[in-house]
């Protein structure tokens, strides 16, 4: 196999006989390669080099997987981590910067090689200015490199962590907002509670109310626009920092030194011990074990790893389906009486740009009977309309009786229940008849739902007529008053009994009831419920911990290191657990 | 009747058990640790379990639905859950006193205090369902959304144990913010035993590297478990958000209407969601991580209690009846 130290050297040889054009990956790949088998001056000189050759110092990456053991490295906690080398002159300072591993190149002590190709005057005091307007200088290609540059560093700021929580901060702060602030009254209203005489907190009136959007948070430019960004967020995390991490925890890497192993969170070793059967037993565990002659690697839950983008797209996938949902959805109520019928085109209004009607809409929905469960202390237990659908030629198409929480669906058009009121009352006077007598809804305070409907005596014609007065609170029973307002009798609908007042017989046929019915189109469901699938799954994932664990046979002693990225409590326990198992060498096997 | 008396019979014994059982923490913190006592308040905590548990099929048996259909019914459900989060390490083989049971006691059996006092005497009777609550989606949305609060109340109450200690210094600050917490919230309780704890350390040892030592240790168990409870807790959260929007599709028409509960429901996520990304991230220190969970725990609260409160939207049921 080739080392990185050979292949360095065949490189360079290349590039500075100038047959290899500075091709910025390969070299990137070359660093992290001799950065990561531990050279120090090697890949600092091919950075040099690489800047001799007009490239961008902020394009030179390395990829560290282990921290330099004399300290002027400064390596974060992950075993493995991508950063980018930057030149400056300043030594021995601290150079972890922003989550960013910034190894400094030390420029002030002797390093033997020379600096000729820069026009600099003192090379050993060479700053990261300096290098900048060099770079700048050589050549007005620059710009076309700083415009190809752009997305990646819109991607780098989006990526961030930081950012994406203040995102997220500013989502909740919101939505609160939202829900202290009414939503959706008359500007008047706004203009009363939030007066600019006496401001709230001294400086939130209604102009900020109003000129922001906050009347309609959840359909505010501000709100969306977060919404949006917060999605771009998501977006750059998966492809920056999720996919790499993926990247990395894939590598099996043994671990070669007993120092290595003792550097993890959970360490131990085991005298008189073999790590085979260290292996059995963290296989017989559920770990996926891999054994290269005296060095073990064992992993577990490497779903847990990934679950966390499958939760980011998932949540992509909700906020897709809403936009859908938000920009091509069709929604109607209606309330119909008993017996009548409606075509279901003429009630659904389209939302947004993309609603387009379907050769559905034409159906035609007829209410074949309306009705009321009710619990045995007389509230209403539950609503039912029987619905029947028609399609152009007059065939029944579907019938369904439908009730809250159980909707009717027909060809991507759901029928729900959601409301009722009394449409009529039917009545024989004086076995005469039958009439309608139109029920109106009254007003009053509360939930609680009043019908009321009257009916004439006498001269109908004088400005003060009279007659007699019906009220109902759901379809189980009249209340009627008499002329005078005096209370009568209650009679239930169907009872056929008559009820006398003042000398005239009345007898209550039955109480049309009309349904209250949602109609709604929503193209965006489908692919919100598979969002919210996926993001339950992946959450559920989620809470699965990858664990690794390293072993070494150092003589008879087993050194055992490991880690674990979620379940820290559980994780030394249960090692602890397994290594009780592993079985101690005979003293035998010792000797010979 | 005879269900009704049940219910009274259990709820009076489960609540004693209780006091015994926070007795005894208390004699353990006090006093001395005394392994018999506290293995017997263990075995306590799972009679008052299965009492809670009778609670609750009793009710079930006795209306026919789901017990989860007002604030009786469902503070009584998150007492259960705070006794069944309590028992989960006890399966899971962490046989040895951790941190944890001092949340999830005390938090269960102030919750009962609360539902069962005079306060809310008239709610005690199980209502009808309104048509709208019919459904099979009542037993999975309500039942998660319960055990998310539990689950991510112990996690933040844990996290305001770590600011504590981490924020407590000095040693004389630490008595005196002892009999303070007694006084200002009950619910501080777990507090008072981590400063002793640390108290009895401190008496048991004079040097300050083995205090630190201990002191660090007792942070970083803090930090773990508070982390893996609210990541649990979360878990139950989102699967609860999104099956009531499945159910709000079914019922209302539309998955998500930007009701203050469900939008009080997204931003408890939304918080919570941002505490998981900054444990991400090494840099950003515990105490910062603790500082937000801290917060959520008044968030929590604010979507429990403090939206029906102000009665409004479509949550309206299920709560203190305003007449």
């Known amino acids: 196999m080739e080392t990185?130290?050979?292949?360095?050297?065949?490189?360079?040889?290349?590039?500075?006989?100038?047959?290899?054009?500075?091709?910025?990956?390969?070299?990137?790949?070359?660093?992290?390669?001799?950065?990561?088998?531990?050279?120090?001056?090697?890949?600092?000189?091919?950075?040099?080099?690489?800047?001799?050759?007009?490239?961008?110092?902020?394009?030179?990456?390395?990829?560290?997987?282990?921290?330099?053991?004399?300290?002027?490295?400064?390596?974060?906690?992950?075993?493995?981590?991508?950063?980018?080398?930057?030149?400056?002159?300043?030594?021995?300072?601290?150079?972890?910067?922003?989550?960013?591993?910034?190894?400094?190149?030390?420029?002030?002590?002797?390093?033997?090689?020379?600096?000729?190709?820069?026009?600099?005057?003192?090379?050993?005091?060479?700053?990261?200015?300096?290098?900048?307007?060099?770079?700048?200088?050589?050549?007005?290609?620059?710009?076309?490199?700083?415009?190809?540059?752009?997305?990646?560093?819109?991607?780098?700021?989006?990526?961030?962590?930081?950012?994406?929580?203040?995102?997220?901060?500013?989502?909740?702060?919101?939505?609160?907002?939202?829900?202290?602030?009414?939503?959706?009254?008359?500007?008047?209203?706004?203009?009363?509670?939030?007066?600019?005489?006496?401001?709230?907190?001294?400086?939130?009136?209604?102009?900020?109310?109003?000129?922001?959007?906050?009347?309609?948070?959840?359909?505010?430019?501000?709100?969306?626009?977060?919404?949006?960004?917060?999605?771009?967020?998501?977006?750059?995390?998966?492809?920056?920092?999720?996919?790499?991490?993926?990247?990395?925890?894939?590598?099996?890497?043994?671990?070669?030194?007993?120092?290595?192993?003792?550097?993890?969170?959970?360490?131990?070793?085991?005298?008189?011990?073999?790590?085979?059967?260290?292996?059995?037993?963290?296989?017989?565990?559920?770990?996926?074990?891999?054994?290269?002659?005296?060095?073990?690697?064992?992993?577990?839950?490497?779903?847990?790893?990934?679950?966390?983008?499958?939760?980011?797209?998932?949540?992509?996938?909700?906020?897709?389906?809403?936009?859908?949902?938000?920009?091509?959805?069709?929604?109607?109520?209606?309330?119909?009486?008993?017996?009548?019928?409606?075509?279901?085109?003429?009630?659904?209004?389209?939302?947004?740009?993309?609603?387009?009607?379907?050769?559905?809409?034409?159906?035609?929905?007829?209410?074949?009977?309306?009705?009321?469960?009710?619990?045995?202390?007389?509230?209403?237990?539950?609503?039912?309309?029987?619905?029947?659908?028609?399609?152009?030629?007059?065939?029944?198409?579907?019938?369904?009786?439908?009730?809250?929480?159980?909707?009717?669906?027909?060809?991507?058009?759901?029928?729900?229940?959601?409301?009722?009121?009394?449409?009529?009352?039917?009545?024989?006077?004086?076995?005469?008849?039958?009439?309608?007598?139109?029920?109106?809804?009254?007003?009053?305070?509360?939930?609680?739902?009043?019908?009321?409907?009257?009916l004439p005596v006498g001269n109908t014609d004088s400005p003060t007529v009279k007659g007699i007065s019906m009220l109902a609170r759901d379809l189980q029973s009249i209340v009627l008053y008499d002329q005078e307002g005096k209370f009568v009798g209650i009679r239930r609908p169907n009872s056929k009994l008559p009820i006398d007042i003042n000398g005239m017989k009345i007898i209550i046929l039955d109480a049309i009831g009309s349904t209250g019915l949602d109609l709604k189109t929503d193209p965006g469901v489908p692919i919100v419920y598979a969002g919210f699938g996926s993001l339950m799954l992946t959450t559920c994932i989620s809470f699965l911990s990858h664990s690794q664990v390293w072993a070494l046979q150092d003589g008879t002693t087993v050194v055992v290191g490991g880690k674990s990225n979620r379940a820290k409590i559980e994780f030394p326990e249960e090692m602890n657990r397994l290594l009780d198992r592993v079985p101690e060498l005979a003293q035998i096997s010792q000797t010979k | 009747m005879i269900f009704s008396t049940l219910e009274h019979i259990l709820t009076h014994i489960s609540f004693s058990i209780v006091s015994i059982v926070i007795t005894i923490f208390f004699m353990t913190l006090f006093v001395h640790e005394i392994v018999g006592l506290y293995n017997s308040s263990e075995r306590a905590m799972i009679v008052t379990l299965f009492c809670i548990t009778g609670i609750l099929v009793t009710r079930w048996i006795d209306s026919g639905h789901f017990p989860l259909s007002n604030l009786y019914e469902s503070l009584m459900f998150l007492s259960w859950s705070f006794s069944i989060i309590h028992m989960v390490p006890k399966i899971r083989n962490h046989k040895k006193k951790n941190l944890f049971s001092a949340i999830t006691a005390p938090s269960a059996i102030f919750t009962q205090g609360f539902v069962t006092s005079g306060l809310l005497t008239e709610m005690h009777q199980s209502t009808i369902l309104v048509p709208a609550l019919q459904s099979q989606w009542l037993m999975m949305h309500v039942s998660m959304m319960v055990l998310s609060y539990a689950a991510l109340l112990c996690g933040s109450l844990l996290s305001v144990a770590l600011l504590v200690i981490t924020f407590r210094k000095n040693m004389e600050i630490f008595c005196q913010s002892d009999s303070l917490s007694f006084l200002i919230r009950p619910i501080f309780f777990d507090k008072i035993q981590y400063v002793n704890e640390k108290n009895n350390v401190l008496r048991n040892t004079c040097f300050l590297s083995v205090q630190n030592y201990h002191r660090y240790q007792l942070i970083q168990q803090l930090d773990r478990w508070s982390c893996r409870v609210i990541s649990l807790g979360f878990l139950f959260l989102t699967i609860g958000i999104l099956s009531g929007a499945v159910w709000a599709n079914e019922a209302w028409g539309s998955y998500w209407n930007w009701d203050p509960k469900e939008t009080w429901a997204f931003i408890t996520w939304t918080i919570f969601a941002i505490y998981l990304h900054t444990r991400t991230n090494n840099n950003w220190g515990s105490k910062n991580s603790a500082i937000l969970a801290s917060t959520g725990f008044l968030i929590i609260w604010i979507c429990y209690f403090g939206v029906n409160l102000l009665g409004i939207g479509l949550h309206s049921y299920g709560s203190f009846t305003l007449n």
Request: net charge neutral.
């Open chain 1, 4 to 454: 990185p130290t050979r292949r360095w050297r065949c490189l360079r040889n290349l590039v500075v006989l100038g047959a290899c054009p500075p091709n910025v990956r390969s070299y990137n790949a070359m660093i992290s390669g001799l950065w990561n088998s531990g050279e120090r001056m090697k890949p600092l000189m091919m950075v040099l080099d690489m800047v001799n050759k007009g490239v961008d110092p902020d394009e030179i990456t390395y990829n560290a997987t282990r921290s330099d053991s004399n300290g002027s490295v400064v390596a974060p906690h992950n075993s493995s981590t991508t950063g980018k080398i930057v030149l400056t002159g300043k030594a021995h300072e601290q150079s972890f910067v922003n989550g960013v591993l910034k190894p400094y190149i030390d420029l002030s002590s002797p390093i033997p090689f020379t600096l000729h190709s820069f026009n600099s005057s003192s090379p050993t005091h060479l700053q990261h200015e300096d290098v900048e307007t060099l770079v700048e200088k050589s050549d007005s290609v620059q710009l076309l490199k700083l415009l190809k540059k752009v997305p990646k560093r819109v991607l780098g700021v989006l990526s961030n962590l930081s950012l994406a929580i203040g995102e997220m901060g500013s989502v909740a702060a919101l939505m609160a907002l939202g829900t202290v602030i009414e939503q959706g009254e008359t500007p008047d209203f706004y203009f009363e509670k939030y007066p600019e005489e006496n401001p709230v907190f001294g400086f939130f009136t209604w102009r900020w109310v109003l000129g922001l959007g906050f009347d309609h948070m959840f359909s505010s430019p501000i709100f969306l626009g977060l919404l949006v960004l917060l999605a771009a967020s998501l977006m750059a995390c998966t492809y920056m920092t999720q996919i790499p991490l993926v990247k990395v925890a894939r590598r099996w890497n043994y671990l070669n030194t007993s120092e290595s192993i003792r550097k993890q969170e959970f360490n131990d070793s085991l005298p008189r011990a073999s790590v085979r059967d260290l292996g059995v037993i963290l296989m017989g565990a559920g770990y996926e074990v891999f054994l290269k002659g005296p060095s073990l690697y064992a992993f577990k839950g490497l779903a847990g790893r990934f679950a966390p983008i499958g939760v980011h797209l998932a949540m992509l996938l909700i906020m897709a389906g809403g936009t859908l949902s938000a920009t091509g959805s069709f929604r109607g109520s209606v309330t119909v009486p008993q017996g009548l019928n409606f075509v279901m085109g003429d009630v659904l209004n389209p939302i947004g740009f993309l609603s387009t009607p379907t050769q559905d809409f034409n159906t035609e929905v007829h209410v074949n009977r309306f009705y009321m469960d009710y619990y045995d202390s007389g509230e209403v237990s539950q609503f039912h309309t029987d619905l029947s659908l028609f399609d152009l030629n007059g065939k029944e198409v579907t019938r369904k009786t439908i009730s809250v929480n159980d909707p009717l669906r027909y060809g991507g058009i759901t029928i729900y229940q959601t409301d009722w009121s009394i449409s009529a009352l039917q009545i024989l006077r004086d076995d005469e008849g039958p009439f309608n007598l139109p029920m109106a809804p009254l007003k009053l305070s509360g939930d609680k739902k009043l019908f009321g409907t009257f």
